[in-house]
């Protein structure tokens, strides 16, 4: 069956880095983007704060740009995202989702195929 499976999360001070890792099975992952969003307690959940295509090309929205790394391995069906210069805003629970070939600038929920259930990302003093 379908999997993404997130890891890496947890609790950080300001300014830390952690690195989150999603794990995908069951499906044909070298020809998915993989994207990353969040939602903070008692928010909706944010547009994709950071894809990657399938052929590698990389986009990130405004707020984590400068801050946030995407990768992916495709021998290893895993996309990383190297989140450096945490900041309180941006503790959230994190899911990566699939979506068909290409990054969509400023994705939504609604165009992603396949979903994780996500991992806590707390920034906090």
């Known amino acids: 069956q379908v999997q993404l499976v997130e890891s890496g999360g947890g609790l950080v001070q300001p300014g830390d880095s952690l690195r989150l890792s999603c794990a995908a099975s069951g499906f044909s992952f070298d020809d998915y983007a993989i994207g990353w969003f969040r939602q903070a307690p008692g928010k909706e959940r944010e547009g994709v704060s950071a894809c990657i295509s399938s052929t590698g090309t990389t986009y990130y929205s405004d707020s984590v740009k400068g801050r946030f790394t995407i990768s992916r391995d495709n021998a290893k069906n895993t996309v990383n995202l190297q989140m450096n210069s945490l900041k309180p805003e941006d503790t959230a629970v994190y899911y990566c989702?699939?979506?068909?070939?290409?990054?969509?600038?400023?994705?939504?929920?609604?165009?992603?195929?396949?979903w994780g259930e996500g991992t806590l990302v707390t920034v906090s003093s």
């Open positions: 989702a699939a979506e068909w070939k290409y990054c969509t600038v400023s994705g939504q929920a609604h165009d992603m195929d396949y």
